[in-house]
């Protein structure tokens, strides 16, 4: 009988390259590598160390640390490094870092010139560097996020105008509004979330390159050139500061924390609205989860877990600011922590956010429920003004009012029943005043004063969010 043919055994994983080690005579231990090692996390910012690192080989060639022929040998391998890693070869690699892979893996590809890519740069430039150039594209994504829910926003809003409802305050019903009003208050939020991711992100675009360890490059490479080569806005003043600066990084969490805190009320008050309790909104089937034991329930899973994912990324920076309040100036391997949170921040919001989206967009909104619960002690407010117009100064007629609630409450009949006799009682102008109440409708028409409820209004802002959401760039 003939034997089977034997399979063929893998390939040995690559031998770990260092970039670093002459002055030990052994290598690091297995229990500090395994704490050491942050490829796990940055193999992702393998596109932006490739890109950073063409840059680098241009500004070595302008300075004649690399010939015309090895610039070319260098940027023709890292070519074919980032094929190499778009095919996976991150995965299962034992290198300390991304850094530490790209360099092996353009060894492979291009031999000892190799070697001299590293010329005047540091791992701590190179990083700074390359977490900027992520963050940028990160920030653009997670833009056009907030601007999509942005847009879903008042799109409903659109549709809301003529739904009306108690506004609230307190969780107490307080006055009358227009959903689409409610909605826009969710919405103007996202505005300022864009607004200070925008300003961030200006402050991020600002080149680490060619700062070295600490104290610049010994090469005198065009750090301007640089500059434009990679998109940045500004150089860096500072190498020390440049190399151990995370500030971008905490303000960046503290705009996506800010993000999160916003889906997180909004999904809150639609939790509240969307209960049988009130039923003004019903999630459609495909955002609802269903619970295994109780067969009835429509459960608002997808608002819960943005409410509580707000928690996560507000996590993030504080986890980022306790690391960084005890540093010196320069890097410190502290600096490492960094990548995690503020991946963790984006990753977070690129869930959540389009969930959201697509979850309001599917809302269901019942505008006769929401009707059906205003309740006439909102037109309290509108008495006293009433009485205001008619030369009662404000805190009397407030007083005034507040005892025809409480009349009212101890009849037993809602506040624009009480007679107008026992009205006329308390003041004559309270009767004439309890008269003149028009229509839910003129009570909102009556606060038509810039950013209130009325039809203009709410029609102003739509306009104005509609232009503040066609844009989703940041720059």
Request: net charge negative; glycine share 8%.
């Amino acid at each position: 009988m003939a034997a089977r043919p034997t399979e063929p055994a893998p390939p040995p994983p690559a031998a770990p390259h260092q970039m670093w080690g002459g002055r030990f005579s052994v290598g690091p231990s297995e229990a500090l590598d395994a704490l050491n090692r942050s490829l796990p996390v940055d193999h992702r910012l393998w596109p932006q160390d490739v890109t950073a690192s063409k840059a680098w080989v241009h500004a070595l060639g302008r300075v004649g640390v690399v010939t015309p022929i090895e610039e070319t040998q260098l940027l023709e391998g890292l070519d074919r490094v980032a094929e190499r890693l778009a095919d996976g070869a991150a995965v299962g690699a034992a290198d300390e870092d991304v850094h530490t892979l790209v360099e092996r893996l353009l060894y492979a590809e291009v031999g000892a010139v190799a070697g001299k890519l590293h010329t005047g740069r540091s791992r701590n430039d190179q990083v700074a560097t390359d977490l900027r150039l992520w963050t940028l594209q990160a920030i653009d994504q997670v833009d056009g996020d907030i601007a999509a829910l942005g847009r879903t926003l008042v799109a409903r809003a659109q549709d809301g105008v003529d739904a009306l409802l108690p506004g609230y305050t307190h969780g107490q019903r307080a006055q009358p509004v227009r959903w689409a009003y409610v909605l826009l208050a969710h919405a103007w939020p996202l505005v300022r979330d864009r607004q200070r991711l925008a300003d961030a992100r200006r402050r991020v675009a600002e080149l680490p390159l060619g700062s070295g360890a600490l104290a610049g490059s010994g090469f005198p490479v065009d750090r301007v050139l640089l500059k434009e080569a990679l998109g940045f806005r500004a150089v860096c003043a500072n190498a020390l500061d440049a190399t151990g600066d995370r500030d971008f990084v905490a303000e960046v969490l503290f705009a996506l924390s800010l993000v999160g805190t916003h889906l997180s009320r909004l999904a809150a008050e639609l939790v509240l609205y969307s209960s049988a309790e009130f039923g003004f909104v019903r999630l459609s089937d495909d955002f609802s989860t269903g619970s295994s034991l109780l067969p009835q329930k429509r459960n608002p899973d997808v608002l819960e877990l943005a409410r509580a994912k707000s928690g996560r990324v507000l996590g993030d920076l504080v986890a980022l600011l306790t690391t960084l309040k005890g540093l010196p100036a320069g890097y410190s391997k502290d600096l490492q922590e960094d990548k995690p949170l503020l991946f963790d921040a984006f990753d977070t919001l690129g869930l959540v956010l389009p969930a959201v989206s697509g979850a309001v967009a599917a809302l269901t909104v019942d505008a006769e429920r929401m009707h059906a619960a205003l309740d006439a002690s909102l037109r309290a407010t509108d008495l006293a003004d009433l009485l205001v117009e008619s030369g009662v100064p404000f805190r009397e007629s407030h007083g005034l009012v507040g005892r025809l609630v409480r009349e009212a409450e101890r009849s037993g009949v809602p506040l624009d029943h009480v007679p107008i006799a026992a009205a006329a009682a308390l003041h004559p102008a309270l009767g004439a005043a309890l008269a003149q109440l028009g229509t839910w409708e003129d009570s909102i028409e009556g606060r038509a004063t810039p950013g209130g409820a009325s039809r203009a209004s709410v029609d102003e802002q739509l306009a104005a969010l509609q232009l503040a959401f066609a844009a989703t760039g940041s720059t």
